[in-house]
């Protein structure tokens, strides 16, 4: 049995000479350089991370990926489609507008991509070169691409407690000049705001813990409100913002939401949190009036989601 480990292909004489190792012939040749020359832009990896979640319109896309023009992002889906990673189909029941979705071959790349992501987060310290903007979960950040594990709990496990502790402490600090406004309005027994302030266990139908490495880094919660749910104790851990852990959770509330047969999700938050309204308007949330028992608070920003 031959242990001989095959050669590469034969170079020039004069690539040998001047120490080349790879010839032109084979650079332009090597199946990795095309597919570099496909999605090895700025743009395209964070139009795939998107699609390979569902199918978007050219708005959709357009609000989703912060910092691209709309000439821009019009190139980048012509290049992928004409590549055929990407096709374009009337929207149905929407004249005049159009989806875009992987084909089979561009969906096959979400887990290239993913690992290429890991990898990236992993060594991004060992690479003076590599630079990394936070941003509130950018597109490229997928929760499940870095490694987020959401497991279901209990409203008193420890973990799950001091997140929400955490939490409270940078919300009274966010609207520290507002507290005072706050809690007198709690003192009004007609103002009914124990609702907003606070959630009682029997309420919750669902708590999830986001782990990165056994670490605890983010909350999120469920509790009952009419023929759907209301999001509660949103909170991801400052080092981990802009890492994918937000969107882990929250879609990790979404799939219980359905689960338990949820019309809706309906959320509250103040205005002094615009990541997390960024957030939400990305992954499909949007403005309501503001909902009882929050119209006391008014700095309130409700949101919905149907499921």
């Known amino acids: 049995m031959s242990t001989d480990v095959p050669s590469a292909r034969p170079v020039t004489s004069g690539a040998v000479e001047r120490g080349v190792v790879v010839t032109a012939a084979e650079y332009g040749a090597c199946p990795v350089t095309g597919v570099l020359r496909c999605v090895g832009d700025k743009w395209s990896p964070a139009v795939i991370r998107l699609l390979a979640d569902r199918p978007h319109g050219f708005n959709e896309l357009d609000r989703a990926i912060e910092g691209i023009s709309r000439r821009v992002l019009t190139r980048t889906l012509r290049a992928l489609e004409a590549e055929g990673l990407v096709s374009r189909t009337p929207a149905p ?24 992501g890991r990898w990236a987060a992993e060594h991004a310290a060992e690479l003076p070169g590599m630079t990394y903007v936070p941003r509130e979960e950018h597109p490229m950040q997928k929760a499940d691409d870095l490694g987020y594990e959401v497991r279901a ?53 669902y708590v999830g813990v986001a782990y990165a490495g056994g ?64 957030l939400y308007e990305r992954e499909g949330y949007t403005r309501i009036p503001v909902f009882p028992p929050y119209e006391w608070l008014t700095f309130s920003i409700c949101m919905e989601k149907p499921l």
């Open 93 to 116: 029941g929407r004249a005049a507008r159009v989806e875009y979705a992987l084909t089979a071959v561009g969906a096959s790349l979400r887990e290239q991509l993913a690992a290429l």
């Open 153 to 205: 709990t209990g409203w008193d496990d420890p973990d799950a407690a001091g997140l929400r502790d955490a939490m409270q402490a940078e919300m009274e600090s966010r609207y520290a000049d507002r507290v005072a406004e706050v809690l007198a309005a709690a003192a009004d027994p007609d103002r009914k705001l124990d609702g907003a302030l606070g959630v009682e266990a029997e309420q919750v139908v």
């Open 215 to 278: 670490t605890a880094v983010g909350h999120v919660a469920l509790r009952r409100y009419g023929d759907g749910v209301e999001l509660k104790r949103m909170y991801v851990a400052p080092a981990h913002r802009g890492s994918g852990a937000a969107t882990a959770l929250l879609a990790a509330a979404e799939r219980a939401a359905r689960s338990l047969g949820a019309s809706r999700v309906v959320l509250q938050t103040g205005d002094r949190q615009p990541d997390a309204v960024r």
